[in-house]
Nanobody, 118 residues
Framework: QAQLVESGGGLVESGGSLTLSCTGT????????MNWWRQAPGKEREMVAN????????NYTESVKGRFTISKDDIRRTLTLQMNSLKPEDSGMYYC???????????WGQGTQVTVSS
């Protein structure tokens, strides 16, 4: 059974940094593109970063480019999001996720809360 568990969220001042981690079990971690998403209160969930299954390519939503870095370690089955120069608008619940084409299902972790104070 696929499971994703995020950690590393917390309260940080504007301009600070946080590192989010997500550990995936119960599936072939190295076979999937992996994503980080976030959802602020009253807003839709948005994808903030994606990394290809082999780690060769990544892309980011415009608002986090140059500040966030996504990476994956297939041996440790861990997806990481390094977040620097944080802004209050980065606050929200952050989720790791992957999409399995064979059954058309997207898998989510339980999320980790990030709060950036101004």
């Amino acid at each position: 059974q696929a499971q994703l568990v995020e950690s590393g969220g917390g309260l940080v001042e504007s301009g600070g940094s946080l590192t989010l981690s997500c550990t995936g079990t119960g599936f072939s971690f190295g076979a999937y593109d992996m994503n980080w998403w976030r959802q602020a209160p009253g807003k839709e969930r948005e994808m903030v970063a994606n990394i290809t299954h082999d780690g060769a390519f990544s892309n980011y939503t415009e608002s986090v480019k140059g500040r966030f870095t996504i990476s994956k370690d297939d041996i440790r089955r861990t997806l990481t999001l390094q977040m620097n120069s944080l802004k209050p608008e980065d606050s929200g619940m952050y989720y790791c996720s992957y999409y399995r084409r064979i059954n058309g299902q997207r898998y989510w972790g339980q999320g980790t809360q990030v709060t950036v104070s101004s």
